[in-house]
């Protein structure tokens, strides 16, 4: 049976898992725009084509331009999955997706839980120069011709490909957006979803792209490069971390009070000022933009966006959490990627209360010497916060362009582009940014002193950082529970006994 492609938008509730408020959730920030209707009249069946009269041409044009938007707002840009994956996990599975430029080097963006493609705004603005999509471009050969996974990593560019710009495509995972929603959390894995962007590329012809993640879309980047690390150029993780207990966020009173928060919010105003202080810094949200704050003019874009695309659907959610809690890479996945050959940046707020920065760090530290640590000046959308450094680190792939997230992800593509070597990528100096941000030549080594006081006060980091994880494990077992009751009670209804006459 095929999955219905996209559900109705659920009432607003809680979710189930308290860990699950923090994973990574990033709501879509652009409204979505309903088709035009196509402009042109007909009449007894038979368009009706305009004559060009003197001053008549430049209206024309217009309205040229205005059919091409037209059909490309209609004609919605979807990946049958089950074309190049084969298996009831991919049956009526079906991916929106996005592209915009044009260039011989490839970008793919996966976003993060409950995320949509409309969240790397500020990613393709500073890497293609423009937000408007490419969708209405005719198809390249190999996709008309059905070419699977083997074929497209033959393909060559299509013509008239600039061979100096760039080309980016980024998608709603399954589960999120508009793209097919499967009921059943044992079709949600990185794993899967990690198949689900490989068969993405082959549906574009992409026979190698530079893929970049940000939060459980960096873990499903990390299976993809394992999995196939002949389609990589490079890979960019932004704002990861590892699955199961690492999830949860760090536990102090700010996190308890957004927690509780975010589980009593009930309207898209309530739940924008929680997103908003989990996923921003209050530097950044405090700055004066003209007349008002930051805060003001980003609470009126999270309310407009979570009221007009709806909340995600209840099975969409949990399947990507039970993703991200099933997440783990190992030790032969994770030489895999490091022996592959390609150039790897992970890129991290160092204020991030969600995905905490011990974790990238350590990954970083697993991937070495392909990778190194970039921590920048944020949050956990260091990618809104700070797009000036991230497109710097990406510019190892492409032109440089003035921002921070961005041009990390530009170093990134430059590098690889002119084929540099991990030890040259490692090499390469510490920058400081004008903002604060530190990209660091390599991930950031603790040496501890042998002394007994330097060994007293490791065994006691260990303890507290030992009793942190048994605290969480008893929070998520609690609620858990709690959450099961809560179900058992909805199921057992009331018995309802007449009354008996005297």
Request: aromatic residues 8%.
């Amino acid at each position: 049976m095929a999955i219905n492609n996209r559900p109705l938008p659920p009432k607003l509730r809680s979710q189930p898992l308290v860990f699950s408020f923090a994973l990574f959730s990033i709501p879509a920030f652009a409204e979505q725009s309903s088709p035009r209707p196509f402009l042109g009249s007909h009449q007894n069946g038979q368009s009706q084509k305009p004559i060009a009269r003197g001053g008549d041409n430049e209206k024309l044009a217009g309205r040229a331009r205005r059919r091409r938007k037209s059909r490309r707002r209609a004609a919605m840009p979807y990946c049958e999955v089950d074309r190049y994956e084969d298996g009831d996990k991919w049956e009526g599975v079906r991916l929106f997706y996005r592209r915009y430029g044009r260039g011989a080097t490839k970008v793919l963006l996966i976003i993060g839980l409950a995320g949509t493609h409309d969240s790397w705004g500020p990613q393709i603005k500073g890497l293609t120069g423009s937000l408007e999509p490419a969708d209405d471009e005719a198809p390249r050969q190999d996709e008309e011709a059905g070419v699977g996974a083997a074929g497209a990593a033959e393909a060559a560019p299509a013509e008239g490909d600039d061979a100096g710009g760039i080309e980016v495509c980024c998608f709603d995972n399954r589960g999120a957006g508009r793209s097919s929603v499967p009921p059943n959390k044992s079709y949600y894995s990185t794993e899967i979803m990690a198949k689900d962007a490989l068969a993405l590329m082959d549906h574009l012809g992409w026979k190698k792209a530079h893929v970049f993640g940000h939060s459980m879309g960096a873990m499903i980047s990390c299976k993809l490069a394992a999995i196939a690390p002949h389609r990589l150029c490079s890979l960019a993780l932004l704002n990861v971390t590892g699955g199961g207990f690492q999830c949860f966020p760090k536990v102090d009173g700010q996190m308890l009070s957004l927690a509780f928060r975010f589980l009593r919010a009930k309207t898209p105003e309530e739940r924008a000022l929680v997103d908003l202080e989990t996923h921003y810094t209050k530097e950044y949200l405090d700055e004066t933009v003209g007349s008002c704050t930051r805060r003001m003019i980003l609470y009126q874009e999270y309310v407009k966006g979570i009221s007009s695309t709806g909340m995600q659907s209840n099975c969409g959610f949990e399947g990507q959490v039970n993703a991200c809690w099933t997440h783990k890479m190992t030790t032969k996945e994770l030489d895999t990627i490091r022996s592959a050959g390609f150039l790897i940046s992970v890129i991290h707020g160092r204020y991030d209360i969600i995905a905490q920065l011990c974790h990238a760090k350590s990954l970083a530290e697993r991937l070495l010497p392909a990778a190194r640590m970039v921590e920048l000046h944020g949050a956990h959308l260091v990618s809104h916060e700070r797009p000036d450094e991230v497109k710097c680190e990406l510019r190892t792939h492409v032109t440089i362009y003035d921002f921070q997230v961005n041009n990390a992800l530009m170093d990134l593509i430059k590098a690889t582009k002119y084929a540099m070597k991990p030890e040259e990528w490692l090499a390469q100096p510490e920058n400081a940014s004008e903002t604060g941000a530190l990209i660091t030549a390599r991930p950031i080594t603790v040496t501890m002193r042998t002394d007994e006081g330097a060994n007293a006060a490791v065994a006691v980091y260990n303890l507290l950082g030992k009793l942190q994880l048994s605290f969480l494990y008893l929070i998520g077992v609690i609620v858990m529970g709690f959450e099961h009751m809560r179900n058992i009670v909805k199921v057992m209804k009331p018995v309802r006994v007449a009354a008996v006459e005297s």
